[in-house]
């Protein structure tokens, strides 16, 4: 087990994890199931935090699936989507369709992140070597001789010194440990950012992921069983010009691009329904230095397209796991591991990436404003409508990414 020094507060552990979300909680597990201690620091005291990335794709029930807890997964609250449509106008366009995958599970399961990351940390807390604690914030780095030693904390006990051979930086878009270790980041542009918000979903309505393009209007709704978790996507940095118009405005906006939302916008009772969710798009040039690793969206935020953020996050997880246990059962990481993890992901990364800024830049902006006439779509809309075998492409590309990562059920990890 870690041990605690009480007199300094200070820890020390073989891997120390900052960031709780999908990325840092599945790597802890990982590593903990590997024998190797971890602690996972969770600035937050729960996981109850609403509108976060939701969507858990096939890739993800793969690997959870490998480690033989598909099942006890399954049994959370979830609703499953196995195909992606969207709608232009009144023209429907299917976009992808998930039966073909070469995986157990063919299909989407949208959960509440708070659900996910409570049966990730549930499962990692049966092995002795892990150690979660809440309400401890990553403040800043530890370095000796040019070597990242540690991390410095701030919990609801006082100040921490965390000691690690290795520190995880999982912290998420914002992250303070990358920004203190100096890592540079390329940013590569988003033209939008998105508002989410609850509607009440009626008895009846059709079980679907839906994103409505009409006329400068986007709309996306995620089954909720009970309500619609409803993303309006808006220019980037209009958000105070929307709060200026007004919340009478804004309900017209969004019943006007879903009309279907219209008998029940007046749910929207103050702003405080409407989160804001500024969509980035950036990755590190490098995502290491001696003795750190930067994982998922510390290394690479993503745009919301295709909800891919969680699902890349977790290859990150298990391709480090993969890649660093070795080293970790010995002692320090050296730098060529932490290298060969930043070049097994960076491909998939610039692919899906490079996707998201061209559905971005040229679909999405070609079909806001634009006319619904089918012979005036996008040409890989209107190839989807006409040749249903090609859906089976972006249902690849969305459901599995571009380098799915494995392990085994055995304790060992492994990939392929």
């Known amino acids: 087990?870690?041990?605690v020094d009480t007199s300094v507060r200070r820890i020390r552990t073989s891997c120390c994890v900052a960031g709780g979300g999908p990325a840092g909680m599945m790597l802890g597990f990982l590593l903990?199931?590997?024998?190797?201690?971890?602690?996972?620091?969770?600035?937050?005291?729960?996981?109850?935090?609403?509108?976060?990335?939701?969507?858990?794709?096939?890739?993800?029930?793969?690997?959870?699936?490998?480690?033989?807890?598909?099942?006890?997964?399954?049994?959370?609250?979830?609703?499953?989507?196995?195909?992606?449509?969207?709608?232009?106008?009144?023209?429907?366009?299917?976009?992808?369709?998930?039966?073909?995958l070469p995986t157990r599970c063919k299909f989407i399961a949208l959960m509440p992140q708070w659900e996910f990351l409570d049966f990730l940390s549930g499962?990692?807390?049966?092995?002795?070597?892990?150690?979660?604690?809440?309400?401890?914030?990553?403040?800043?780095?530890?370095?000796?001789?040019?070597?990242?030693?540690?991390v410095e904390a701030r919990s609801a006990e006082g100040l921490r010194e965390i000691r690690a051979e290795l520190v995880i930086a999982a912290d998420g878009r914002h992250s303070t440990l990358r920004a203190a270790a100096g890592l540079e980041v390329m940013n590569l542009g988003a033209p939008?950012?998105?508002?989410?918000?609850?509607?009440?979903?009626?008895?009846?309505?059709?079980?679907?992921?839906?994103?409505?393009?009409?006329?400068?209007?986007?709309?996306?709704?995620?089954?909720?069983?009970?309500?619609?978790?409803?993303?309006?996507?808006?220019?980037?940095?209009?958000?105070?010009?929307?709060?200026?118009r007004g919340l009478a405005a804004f309900r017209q906006e969004v019943a006007s691009a879903q009309p279907a939302l219209a008998d029940r916008v007046g749910e929207i009772a103050d702003w405080d329904q409407v989160k804001l969710?500024?969509?980035?798009?950036?990755?590190?040039?490098?995502?290491?230095?001696?003795?750190?690793?930067?994982?998922?969206?510390?290394?690479?935020?993503?745009?919301?397209?295709?909800?891919?953020?969680?699902?890349?996050?977790?290859?990150?997880?298990?391709?480090?796991?993969?890649?660093l246990a070795p080293a970790l059962r010995r002692g320090a990481v050296p730098v060529e591991?932490?290298?060969?993890?930043?070049?097994?992901?960076?491909?998939?990364?610039?692919?899906?990436?490079?996707?998201?800024?061209?559905?971005?830049?040229?679909v999405i902006g070609r079909i806001l404003g634009s006319a619904t006439n089918p012979a005036t779509l996008p040409l890989p809309f209107r190839l989807l409508r006409a040749w249903p075998m090609l859906r089976r492409i972006p249902a690849r590309l969305i459901g599995m990414g571009f380098r799915p990562e494995h392990v085994r059920s055995g304790g060992g990890t492994l990939h392929r």
């Open 123 to 150: 499962a990692a807390k049966r092995y002795p070597q892990f150690q979660l604690r809440m309400s401890a914030a990553a403040t800043g780095l530890i370095e000796e001789d040019g070597r990242i030693v540690g």
């Open 337 to 362: 591991r932490l290298r060969a993890v930043q070049q097994r992901r960076i491909l998939p990364t610039r692919v899906i990436q490079g996707m998201q800024l061209i559905i971005q830049n040229r």
């Open 277 to 323: 969710l500024t969509v980035a798009v950036d990755r590190l040039r490098r995502w290491y230095r001696p003795g750190l690793l930067c994982i998922g969206d510390a290394a690479h935020a993503m745009s919301p397209i295709g909800g891919v953020g969680i699902n890349l996050a977790i290859q990150d997880a298990v391709a480090a796991a993969n890649i």
């Open 32 to 100: 903990a199931r590997a024998g190797i201690e971890v602690v996972v620091l969770e600035k937050h005291a729960d996981f109850l935090r609403d509108f976060r990335g939701d969507t858990i794709h096939p890739s993800t029930l793969e690997v959870i699936h490998e480690l033989g807890l598909l099942d006890e997964f399954l049994r959370r609250p979830h609703s499953e989507v196995r195909e992606l449509k969207g709608q232009v106008g009144d023209i429907e366009i299917p976009l992808a369709d998930f039966s073909h």
């Open 192 to 244: 939008m950012d998105v508002l989410w918000m609850r509607l009440s979903r009626h008895p009846g309505e059709a079980k679907t992921l839906l994103g409505r393009f009409d006329q400068g209007r986007i709309l996306v709704m995620f089954d909720r069983d009970d309500y619609w978790q409803c993303a309006f996507v808006i220019r980037k940095g209009a958000a105070e010009e929307i709060r200026r």
């Open 1 to 3: 087990m870690s041990s």
